[in-house]
């Protein structure tokens, strides 16, 4: 079965950090981009992050430059989002998405096979 799993999502205080995991199983992620999407409540799914499928290109959404980064691991099949000075806004649920290509090009659902199941991000004092 193909499927991406995320973790590492929680409660935490503005300012405080998270790392979310999202590993895969049933297939490969070494050819494919990963993207991170959030969506908060009444609001659509947004793009956060992309990373290559060799990791050595990033793309971030302004609202999280500079304090979120992208990171993988190919040989545990396993991408991160490193989220730093976490802000209420940032509160949402988020999700891994591999892509069918290489490189980062947008955060156009449709460009996106598998995605994980989400997981809940809420910052809150």
């Known amino acids: 079965q193909l499927q991406l799993v995320e973790s590492g999502g929680g409660l935490v205080q503005p300012g405080g950090s998270l790392r979310l995991s999202c590993a895969a199983s049933?297939?490969?992620?070494?050819?494919?981009?990963i993207g991170w999407f959030r969506q908060a409540p009444g609001k659509e799914r947004e793009g956060v992050s992309c990373?290559?499928?060799?990791?050595?290109?990033?793309t971030y959404a302004d609202s999280v430059k500079g304090r979120f980064t992208s990171s993988r691991d190919n040989a545990k099949k396993t991408v991160y989002l490193q989220m730093n000075s976490l802000k209420p806004e940032d509160t949402a649920v988020y999700y891994c998405?591999?892509?069918?290509?290489?490189?980062?090009?947008?955060?156009?659902?449709?460009?996106?096979?598998?995605w994980g199941q989400g997981t809940q991000v809420t910052v809150s004092s």
């Open positions: 049933g297939f490969t992620l070494y050819y494919r981009s």
């Open positions: 990373i290559s499928s060799s990791g050595g290109s990033t």
């Open positions: 998405a591999a892509s069918r290509t290489y490189t980062c090009s947008g955060y156009a659902i449709q460009g996106y096979d598998y």
